[in-house]
């Protein structure tokens, strides 16, 4: 989709492709294969990246972790992975999270733009980004982009599979919200949003705060507290 765009809108590109097979699903080998006669259509560079992960608790957790590893081991520095996170995973993130407790940085949801992975001490490596454009998109708009231009893809069975809670709020929770609300995923972004900006505020006061600190305990500023 986002080859087609920049096609018809003549725009210049420079970026090429990357399929992440985590061979958890008996269908991987066809759509990997989707993504490479893609690649091919389109003239785009494109690259598979294979995994192999056991079974077991928490698999969903393992295998995004895994996945963003292998990204940032193999793209290159200064550059920036971009994904098609919508709307809606926004939303389903932020209460996924909300179910879990989180507070205002978890609430927060998935950022548009971050550090693709951390290094040492949990310190961010800005030579390689992750980027997700598509946050404020609905998914309709997008199903509607792509068949209106008579686009392809793939749609994954698990997606109708109610184990995973993803699928549960797709299938039973957001069709009551919509019932009761008018726009409850934009709504519930837009929050994200907010507690996005907040999250940002309090991070930057503290690191102003400590900034008032000194090598010299006798030096601080206390009036600075007050």
């Known amino acids: 989709a986002l080859r087609h765009y920049l096609s018809i809108n003549k725009l210049s590109h420079d970026f090429s492709t990357v399929y ?3 061979g958890l699903s008996p ?8 993504c490479e006669q893609l690649a091919i259509q389109w003239q785009i560079q494109h690259t598979t990246l294979a995994l192999s992960l056991d079974a077991g608790a928490n698999l969903e ?3 995004r972790r895994a996945r963003y590893q292998a990204l940032a081991l ?3 520095k200064q550059a920036c992975v971009l994904t098609a996170h919508h709307q809606q995973d926004q939303a389903e993130t932020f209460l996924a ?3 879990q407790g989180a507070g205002i940085q978890g609430l927060s949801g998935m950022s548009s733009l971050r550090p693709l992975h951390l290094v040492g001490d949990n310190i961010p490596d800005k030579s ?5 454009p598509l946050l404020s998109v609905s998914q309709q708009a997008l199903y509607d982009y792509a068949s209106a231009n008579q686009l392809t893809w793939v749609t994954d069975p698990m997606n109708s599979d ?3 809670e993803r699928v549960f709020m797709r299938t039973e929770l957001w069709p009551v919200l919509a019932r009761r609300y008018q726009q409850p995923t934009a709504s519930i972004v837009k929050s994200a949003q907010l507690l996005q900006h907040t999250s940002a505020l309090l991070a930057e006061y503290q690191h102003l705060d400590w900034q008032a600190w ?3 305990a006798q030096s601080f500023d206390w009036q600075f507290l007050l």
């Open 97 to 99: 999270r909300l179910f």
């Open 214 to 216: 000194s090598q010299n």
């Open 128 to 132: 390689q980004w992750l980027g997700r």
């Open 20 to 22: 992440v097979n985590h």
């Open 27 to 34: 269908l991987a080998e066809i759509w990997q294969k989707h």
């Open 61 to 63: 957790a393992r295998a």
């Open 74 to 76: 193999h793209g290159a």
């Open 162 to 164: 109610t184990h995973y």
